[in-house]
């Protein structure tokens, strides 16, 4: 049986992917796989369909899914739906209304304030498809919805052009002085000379992070006829190149910028990326905007390099905390522009939200594939069995390989050797992408958008089978090449734990746990460069609580993994770093 014939066999049966899948006794996973013919349909399957066919009578005419919209979404896309599904809106049902009401619906649509928990999963019967109408899933059990086969959409683009407009417009407004020329007017002056402004054409405007929302800013940007820069070390240089960028290394951008916009995600690298020695190498005069996530930016140490006249303004519509409160150092001061967490807040761009989780809820109800799905579906038993262990060890890989590696991105290749090349390895490669993206991003990957994921990044991912290593029964080795060097971490299972056993080249032998921190040092094999990095590490009163070195060659390049119990600072790293006989210091958090 092709795949065409066992898609029209479904489609004539009136059912959807996950209700034949229980049909049939095997997995949705299986039958997306039937279906885009990645894995051979079993001859005993056309018998199957023809009894079912017995059984069951076509889904008629009449017979239209049932869609409950449980939070307030835009019209437009409830009137999409509507085309396809009965739709009802009822917000604000509390969670045993919902566990109710929840058995007669195909899907759900929620935004942030109903929590789609297990319990409400498990009651739902028919539903296969849950529609988050924004970016966070936070309020839904994934879990349980990838146990029960069902679906989970949401819209990562929908507010990217809302954010970047926002920061377009806070960079004109800094630029121009427009809130406190406002001010100024309302209270009854006219003051011409207090706020003469700056053009931004011709200014250079330095970029953090060129995502989708960096990239749509910087678009902008070339259109005002700036120059821009930009860092972002994992978007190639050829993609920086095609929207019009400079891309630089952090240092350059600093000291060359006229305007800086952060667009990174907030995690334990972004943290503070930008403090009081940041700001010191700054031009005199700069002006900063965030829009992305509170935190990234010292508030403090904005607060007064604005005071000190080394910053002229900024503008910040993210803070750690939310709501701000009155004490909070960047609110008071006239010459930094707040606004409260407006980066998404347009019509439009809650009307795109909509639509967008609606096409999605449409395409799942009629048999096709999501864009956006952001939990994986559940894998074949055999594939799992085999394959299933090494997806922790992939990402680890990519966490490991993302923290080591310097300069520009230019490829990535994925090996596989052993048992796990007979199997279908894409759930492998999902999870080294997802852990090369989790150290910099907030991308929720799987196994249906991790392809989409590396496409939209200009990621080129080569990828290799070997029925065998010369060492280790199963193998998943990952190379990341960049302008400055090259990055190649190996791992395995061993008695059902993952273990990194191969850096560069070098034996190791780590056995990576979630939380894990570890310094890895890059220095001369020769005596007593333990013991300095040691008795440092003490007197930082930092414990150690393991230790290993990994050599080539007596009294040549050797790899020191130190793992600790504490944290070590940038400036604690410098020291080490500083040793006689240490090339680099790098920092891994797992």
Same mark, same amino acid.
């Given at each position: 049986?092709?795949?065409?014939?066992?898609?029209?066999?479904?489609?004539?049966?009136?059912?959807?992917?996950?209700?034949?899948?229980?049909?049939?006794?095997?997995?949705?996973?299986?039958?997306?796989?039937?279906?885009?013919?990645?894995?051979?349909?079993?001859?005993?399957?056309?018998?199957?369909?023809?009894?079912?066919?017995?059984?069951?009578?076509?889904?008629?005419? @009449?017979?239209?899914?049932?869609?409950?919209?449980?939070?307030?979404?835009?019209?437009?896309?409830?009137?999409?739906?509507?085309?396809?599904?009965?739709?009802?809106?009822?917000? $604000?049902?509390?969670?045993?209304?919902?566990?109710?009401?929840?058995?007669?619906?195909?899907?759900?649509?929620?935004?942030?304030?109903?929590?789609?928990?297990?319990?409400?999963?498990?009651?739902? =019967?028919?539903?296969?498809?849950?529609?988050?109408?924004?970016?966070?899933?936070?309020?839904?059990?994934?879990?349980?919805?990838?146990?029960?086969?069902?679906?989970?959409?949401?819209?990562?683009?929908?507010?990217?052009?809302?954010?970047?407009?926002?920061?377009?417009?806070?960079?004109?407004?800094?630029?121009?002085?427009?809130?406190?020329?406002?001010?100024?007017?309302?209270?009854?002056?006219?003051?011409?000379?207090?706020?003469?402004?700056?053009?931004?054409?011709?200014?250079?405007?330095?970029?953090?992070?060129?995502?989708?929302?960096?990239?749509?800013?910087?678009?902008?940007?070339?259109?005002?006829?700036?120059?821009?820069?930009?860092?972002?070390?994992?978007?190639?240089?050829?993609?920086?190149?095609?929207?019009?960028?400079?891309?630089?290394?952090?240092?350059?951008?600093?000291?060359? @910028?006229?305007?800086?916009?952060?667009?990174?995600?907030?995690?334990?690298?972004?943290?503070?990326?930008? $403090?009081?020695?940041?700001? =010191?190498?700054?031009?005199?005069?700069?002006?900063?905007?965030?829009?992305?996530?509170?935190?990234?930016?010292?508030?403090?140490?904005?607060?007064?390099?604005?005071?000190?006249?080394?910053?002229?303004?900024?503008?910040?519509?993210?803070?750690?905390?939310?709501?701000?409160?009155?004490?909070?150092?960047?609110?008071?001061?006239?010459?930094?522009?707040?606004?409260?967490?407006?980066?998404? @807040?347009?019509?439009?761009?809650?009307?795109?939200?909509?639509?967008?989780?609606?096409?999605?809820?449409?395409?799942?109800?009629?048999?096709?594939?999501?864009?956006?799905?952001?939990?994986?579906?559940?894998?074949?038993?055999?594939?799992?069995?085999?394959?299933?262990?090494?997806?922790?060890? =992939?990402?680890?890989?990519?966490?490991?390989?993302?923290?080591?590696?310097?300069?520009?991105?230019?490829?990535?290749?994925?090996?596989?050797?052993?048992?796990?090349?007979?199997?279908?390895?894409?759930?492998?490669?999902?999870?080294?992408?997802?852990?090369?993206?989790?150290?910099?991003?907030?991308?929720?990957?799987?196994?249906?958008?991790?392809?989409?994921?590396?496409?939209?990044?200009?990621?080129?991912?080569?990828?290799?089978?070997?029925?065998?290593?010369?060492?280790?029964?199963?193998?998943?080795?990952?190379?990341?090449?960049?302008?400055?060097?090259?990055? =190649?971490?190996?791992?395995?299972?061993?008695?059902?734990?993952?273990?990194?056993?191969?850096?560069?080249?070098?034996?190791?032998?780590?056995?990576?746990?979630?939380?894990?921190?570890?310094?890895?040092?890059?220095?001369?094999?020769?005596?007593?460069?333990?013991?300095?990095?040691?008795?440092?590490?003490?007197?930082?009163?930092?414990?150690?609580? @393991?230790?290993?070195?990994?050599?080539?060659?007596?009294? $040549?390049?050797?790899?020191?993994?130190?793992?600790?119990?504490?944290?070590?600072?940038?400036?604690?790293?410098?020291?080490?770093?500083?040793?006689?006989?240490?090339?680099?210091?790098?920092?891994?958090?797992?």
């Amino acid at each position: 049986m092709t795949p065409d014939e066992f898609v029209a066999a479904r489609t004539a049966l009136g059912l959807s992917q996950s209700t034949m899948a229980e049909a049939l006794g095997v997995d949705q996973g299986t039958i997306s796989r039937w279906e885009a013919g990645k894995t051979r349909i079993p001859p005993a399957i056309e018998l199957a369909l023809a009894t079912l066919k017995e059984k069951l009578q076509p889904m008629s005419e @009449s017979r239209r899914p049932r869609v409950l919209i449980a939070d307030p979404v835009a019209p437009e896309g409830i009137e999409l739906l509507r085309r396809v599904a009965d739709v009802d809106v009822r917000t $604000g049902l509390p969670q045993d209304s919902l566990i109710a009401a929840i058995p007669e619906y195909d899907a759900l649509v929620v935004r942030s304030e109903t929590k789609v928990t297990r319990p409400v999963i498990e009651a739902a =019967a028919k539903l296969q498809v849950v529609g988050r109408a924004g970016v966070g899933v936070d309020n839904i059990d994934l879990d349980a919805a990838t146990e029960r086969g069902v679906i989970v959409v949401n819209a990562p683009q929908g507010n990217t052009v809302a954010a970047a407009e926002h920061t377009i417009a806070l960079l004109m407004a800094l630029a121009r002085h427009i809130p406190q020329a406002d001010a100024s007017m309302r209270a009854g002056k006219w003051d011409r000379k207090s706020y003469i402004g700056t053009e931004v054409r011709g200014k250079t405007l330095g970029i953090v992070g060129l995502g989708k929302i960096g990239s749509e800013v910087a678009r902008r940007a070339v259109a005002m006829e700036m120059r821009v820069l930009a860092v972002d070390p994992f978007v190639p240089v050829e993609r920086a190149r095609a929207l019009g960028v400079e891309s630089v290394d952090f240092e350059q951008l600093l000291m060359l @910028s006229d305007f800086i916009s952060v667009h990174p995600p907030l995690t334990a690298a972004t943290q503070g990326m930008i $403090g009081a020695a940041e700001l =010191a190498k700054m031009k005199d005069g700069v002006r900063i905007i965030n829009v992305a996530r509170g935190g990234i930016i010292d508030e403090a140490a904005l607060a007064e390099a604005v005071r000190s006249g080394k910053v002229a303004g900024a503008a910040v519509d993210v803070f750690t905390s939310e709501p701000p409160p009155a004490d909070n150092p960047l609110l008071g001061d006239p010459r930094i522009i707040t606004t409260p967490h407006l980066g998404a @807040s347009t019509a439009e761009a809650q009307e795109r939200v909509a639509i967008d989780v609606a096409e999605q809820i449409v395409d799942v109800l009629e048999g096709r594939p999501a864009r956006y799905a952001v939990n994986a579906p559940l894998l074949a038993p055999e594939t799992l069995q085999v394959v299933g262990p090494y997806m922790g060890v =992939a990402e680890q890989l990519g966490m490991v390989a993302t923290q080591l590696v310097t300069g520009k991105l230019e490829a990535i290749d994925i090996e596989y050797y052993g048992e796990i090349t007979e199997h279908d390895t894409t759930p492998l490669r999902a999870a080294v992408i997802r852990g090369l993206l989790r150290p910099i991003s907030e991308e929720n990957v799987n196994i249906v958008n991790a392809h989409l994921i590396a496409t939209s990044r200009g990621w080129d991912i080569r990828e290799t089978t070997r029925a065998s290593h010369e060492v280790f029964l199963n193998l998943v080795s990952v190379k990341v090449k960049t302008s400055e060097a090259e990055v =190649a971490v190996s791992g395995t299972v061993e008695r059902g734990q993952p273990r990194i056993v191969l850096i560069n080249g070098l034996d190791v032998d780590i056995a990576p746990e979630r939380g894990m921190c570890i310094i890895v040092c890059d220095n001369e094999d020769r005596p007593g460069m333990i013991g300095r990095v040691g008795t440092l590490l003490g007197q930082f009163d930092i414990n150690i609580q @393991s230790m290993q070195v990994g050599r080539r060659a007596r009294r $040549g390049r050797a790899l020191m993994l130190i793992a600790v119990d504490e944290e070590p600072t940038s400036e604690q790293l410098a020291q080490v770093e500083a040793i006689d006989g240490i090339y680099n210091v790098r920092l891994v958090r797992l």
